[in-house]
């Protein structure tokens, strides 16, 4: 079992950047392939991005492409996500999830990922 932790999150005013850090701890974070995800208050958890587990591979939302960079270091079992540009409509919570090579399917797909982080706050000021 693989434990996930975020940090990074904060107030940043409209135009501004963070970078947003996901540890693991329990396996080799590059047994997993990562996710983020965001939610918003009253609205649902929806995908930000993701990367496979040598980090080959990279997937986007559209909400986000252009403006955020999936990342990993696996030598220091950390996953990234710097955030550029960035909006009011950015304001979210964020979330890291790691899945299982074999389970992960759909990248964008929350049901693929087995294990989650708490979240950190995002909140962008207009």
């Known amino acids: 079992q693989v434990q996930l932790v975020e940090s990074g999150g904060g107030l940043v005013q409209a135009g501004g950047s963070l970078r947003l850090s996901c540890a693991t701890s329990g396996r080799a974070a590059s047994e997993y392939a990562m996710g983020w995800f965001r939610q918003a208050p009253g609205k649902e958890r929806e995908f930000a991005a993701a990367?496979?587990?040598?980090?080959?591979?990279?997937y986007y939302a559209d909400s986000v492409k252009g403006r955020f960079t999936i990342s990993r270091d696996n030598a220091k079992n950390t996953v990234y996500l710097q955030m550029n540009s960035l909006k009011p409509e950015d304001t979210a919570i964020y979330y890291c999830a790691a899945a299982r090579p074999t389970a992960w399917g759909t990248p964008s797909k929350g049901a693929n990922y087995d294990y989650w982080g708490q979240g950190t706050q995002v909140t962008v000021s207009s």
């Open positions: 990367i496979s587990r040598f980090g080959v591979n990279l």
